[in-house]
């Protein structure tokens, strides 16, 4: 069966530092890859997505990058983090086709807090 | 862009209860699905439901994609329901997989 996970779970960086958030999924290939980030106040909003490695979109501008280094291997990158970066990013994957196209699978996420 | 709504914002609950929350959206869509977020957070995948019917338990889906809207039931409910309900759509126009979230309904269920 399929498994995705993210790492660390929780993290506190100081405002400046760098940022690596990983997420690896077992189980599948070629699945698509998504980076969320979630803000106090519940709402998701989608920040990147692969189709393949090397592939990445940018959905929201800001001073977050991603990059897919393998195929079943999504990263999360910041060289300064802002107060603002601070929330719960999520990892998701699918696969395209099926009888649930795209239907979207979330790791367990990552808390950031930025003081 | 297309725009997801979902009501109610808050819901309070005792257990056994049952309860129906509503999502409702913009535009055409070929993606609609629920999803249940703990209180650690982890989302959970309930249902993908663009249109029509389905059942799993307790909790049933349907999605009338003619009237831009869908519909989760919960039946009986219990303490572990508790959390954020998040409904989210991707548009025929849209990024491949952009999913659209709505922002979500809390339930707490009391004992």
């Known amino acids: 069966s399929q498994t995705i996970h993210q790492w660390p779970a929780t993290l506190v960086q100081p405002v400046g530092s760098p940022l690596s958030l990983e997420c690896t999924v077992e189980?599948?290939?070629?699945?698509?890859l998504y980076w969320y980030r979630q803000a106090a106040g519940r709402g998701l909003q989608l920040l990147f997505y692969s189709v393949g490695i090397g592939q990445i979109s940018s959905e929201v501008p800001q001073n977050l990058s991603a990059s897919r280094p393998q195929d079943r291997q999504f990263i999360l990158s910041s060289k300064k983090l802002l107060l603002s970066d601070s929330g719960f990013y999520l990892c998701?994957?699918?696969?395209?086709?099926?009888?649930?196209?795209?239907?979207?699978?979330f790791g367990p996420g990552t808390r950031l807090t930025v003081l | 862009g297309i725009q997801v709504e979902q009501s109610p914002p808050d819901l309070i609950l005792q257990e056994g209860a049952n309860s129906t929350l509503r999502c409702n959206f913009s535009d055409s869509v070929n993606n609609l699905q629920w999803f249940h977020q703990n209180p650690w957070g982890q989302l959970i995948n309930l249902f993908y439901i663009p249109s029509g019917t389905k059942q799993n338990g307790r909790l049933s889906a349907t999605t009338v994609a003619t009237e831009r809207y869908s519909l989760l039931y919960i039946s009986s409910s219990q303490t572990t329901d508790s959390g954020v309900y998040f409904c989210a759509v991707e548009d025929y126009g849209g990024s491949q997989g952009n999913l659209i979230f709505g922002k979500g309904t809390k339930l707490s269920v009391k004992p």
């Open positions: 189980g599948t290939s070629n699945p698509n």
């Open positions: 998701a994957w699918s696969v395209e086709g099926g009888l649930a196209r795209n239907t979207q699978y």
